[in-house]
């Protein structure tokens, strides 16, 4: 199969998948490591027990949401409510979808901000969550644990990539770190004619996973993914703009065991291209023509592996989070999380949903955390545990991006 199906298989798979809702944290000890590394123990694990999933590493890392409760979500409702003042109030509703990755924890602090500071918004708010997963949290957890008092609010039983009905409505559509999880294609570029391949993943009667490359063609949303790449202006990294043909040959000729060449002679290192977030994007064109889009994510993340817009593929052990270098592991064992070129993102959004190319629409734009903050947030009331403002307490490499 491609890589993206993999990795959601991985991820969303219903009966073992790392966010499935299915799953449950191991009560019992597992064995220790033997003569072997750290892939080697998870793959022996993953065949003699259960699995480990978001749940047994919850408490090890935390969202936006989670840190900053519940200034970042105040943040976020007063930039929509200021935008929904000056473009629809008081002739249209104020209506918000959001695509949700986890529990549902951001919309109560924006909907308790709205009630508390603009009453009379709140009286013309609607609230509607879509998963990015219909087999993460059931949306009866949601309602009865993130809106118990919030009448506003509809939780949508449906997986967002099966979207199929209309919203004619302007509207405002939130995806607050959940874009790092949308799953990539991987594609390498072959040194004789310099055409993409495309990545499949295979498996064996043993459960060995490994990797096999094809020419892209098969794949329609690969090829037009690749095919409008071409028509934008933004800098991206590109396995012939950072490294010259040359150098890959040589790359091949004197590394053959390198992690770049290994089992891919004839093959540049690999790509990451994010086809799912091209299909997000396709259907927020087709199905949600009047949106205003509010993404926040990372522009870069540490540890990855091996590759252009590699992911950071990660674990857990002993109570740790622990990088893999390779994504070649049973599914439902590792997270999977890769970074956002926002440049690029900018411009594909435009061509997709505004029919036009970058520099068109002023209003289209990706920014730091920090400014969206120092403009929306309450810098002073806003202390993370140890008495931190949110602006100077999370990493740099957070972007907003707004439409």
């Given at each position: 199969?491609?890589?993206?199906?993999?990795?959601?298989?991985?991820?969303?798979?219903?009966?073992?998948?790392?966010?499935?809702?299915?799953?449950?944290?191991?009560?019992?000890?597992?064995?220790?490591?033997?003569?072997?590394?750290?892939?080697?123990?998870i793959?022996?694990?993953?065949?003699?027990?259960?699995?480990?999933?978001?749940?047994?590493?919850?408490?090890?890392?935390?969202?936006?949401?989670?840190?900053?409760?519940?200034w970042?979500?105040?943040?976020i409702?007063k930039?929509?409510?200021?935008?929904?003042?000056?473009?629809?109030?008081?002739?249209?509703?104020?209506?918000?979808?959001?695509?949700?990755?986890?529990?549902?924890?951001?919309?109560?602090?924006?909907?308790?901000?709205?009630?508390?500071?603009?009453?009379?918004?709140?009286?013309?708010?609607?609230?509607?969550?879509?998963?990015?997963?219909?087999?993460?949290?059931?949306?009866?957890?949601?309602?009865?644990?993130?809106?118990?008092?919030?009448?506003?609010?509809?939780?949508?039983?449906?997986?967002?990539?099966?979207?199929?009905?209309?919203?004619?409505?302007?509207?405002?559509?939130?995806?607050?770190?959940?874009?790092?999880r949308?799953?990539?294609?991987?594609?390498?570029?072959?040194?004789?004619?310099?055409?993409?391949h495309?990545g499949?993943?295979?498996?064996?009667?043993?459960?060995?996973y490994?990797?096999?490359?094809?020419?892209?063609?098969?794949?329609?949303?690969?090829?037009?993914?690749?095919?409008?790449?071409k028509?934008?202006?933004?800098?991206?990294?590109?396995?012939?703009?950072?490294r010259?043909?040359?150098?890959?040959?040589?790359?091949?000729?004197?590394?053959?065991?390198?992690?770049?060449?290994?089992?891919?002679?004839?093959?540049?290192?690999?790509?990451?291209?994010?086809?799912?977030?091209?299909?997000?994007?396709?259907?927020?064109?087709?199905?949600?023509?009047?949106?205003?889009?509010?993404?926040?994510?990372?522009?870069?993340?540490?540890?990855?592996?091996?590759?252009?817009?590699?992911?950071?593929?990660?674990?857990?052990?002993?109570?740790?989070?622990?990088?893999?270098?390779?994504?070649?592991?049973?599914?439902?064992?590792?997270?999977?999380?890769?970074?956002?070129n926002?440049?690029?993102?900018?411009?594909?959004?435009?061509?997709?949903?505004?029919?036009?190319?970058a520099g068109?629409?002023?209003?289209?734009?990706?920014i730091n955390?920090?400014?969206?903050?120092?403009?929306?947030?309450?810098?002073?009331?806003?202390k993370?545990?140890?008495?931190?403002?949110?602006?100077?307490?999370?990493?740099s490499?957070v972007?907003?991006?707004?439409?």
């Open positions: 199969m491609l890589l993206r199906d993999f990795i959601d298989d991985s991820l969303y798979n219903p009966s073992y998948g790392f966010y499935s809702k299915s799953t449950h944290s191991p009560e019992t000890e597992l064995e220790e490591m033997e003569q072997e590394d750290h892939l080697q123990y793959s022996r694990l993953a065949k003699s027990h259960g699995h480990a999933n978001y749940r047994t590493i919850h408490h090890l890392r935390y969202t936006l949401t989670e840190l900053f409760k519940p970042y979500g105040y943040a409702a930039y929509m409510v200021s935008e929904y003042k000056l473009n629809l109030y008081p002739h249209k509703d104020l209506i918000i979808y959001e695509i949700v990755g986890g529990n549902g924890q951001l919309m109560p602090h924006i909907l308790d901000y709205i009630e508390r500071y603009e009453p009379s918004v709140y009286k013309r708010t609607q609230y509607n969550m879509i998963e990015l997963s219909d087999r993460i949290v059931s949306p009866s957890f949601i309602k009865a644990k993130a809106a118990p008092r919030h009448e506003c609010v509809q939780v949508l039983d449906k997986d967002f990539f099966d979207w199929d009905t209309l919203v004619a409505e302007q509207c405002f559509f939130l995806g607050m770190e959940v874009i790092n949308f799953a990539h294609d991987v594609i390498r570029y072959n040194l004789s004619e310099s055409k993409p495309q499949l993943i295979c498996v064996d009667e043993k459960r060995n490994t990797e096999i490359f094809e020419p892209v063609g098969k794949d329609d949303v690969i090829s037009r993914y690749l095919s409008l790449r028509k934008a202006r933004a800098k991206y990294v590109h396995p012939f703009t950072s010259s043909l040359l150098w890959h040959k040589i790359q091949n000729y004197l590394n053959p065991s390198s992690s770049f060449v290994s089992n891919y002679v004839n093959y540049t290192y690999p790509e990451f291209i994010p086809t799912k977030l091209f299909q997000f994007f396709e259907i927020l064109n087709a199905y949600f023509p009047g949106h205003r889009l509010v993404l926040t994510d990372y522009a870069s993340l540490p540890n990855t592996i091996d590759g252009i817009n590699a992911p950071l593929v990660q674990t857990v052990y002993k109570g740790l989070m622990v990088p893999c270098s390779t994504y070649l592991l049973p599914p439902g064992w590792y997270d999977v999380l890769f970074p956002t926002f440049e690029l993102l900018r411009e594909m959004y435009l061509m997709v949903c505004r029919g036009s190319k068109n629409e002023k209003r289209v734009k990706a955390y920090d400014d969206f903050l120092e403009r929306y947030g309450d810098i002073e009331k806003s993370v545990k140890k008495g931190v403002p949110m602006k100077l307490a999370h990493q490499n972007k907003v991006f707004l439409t």
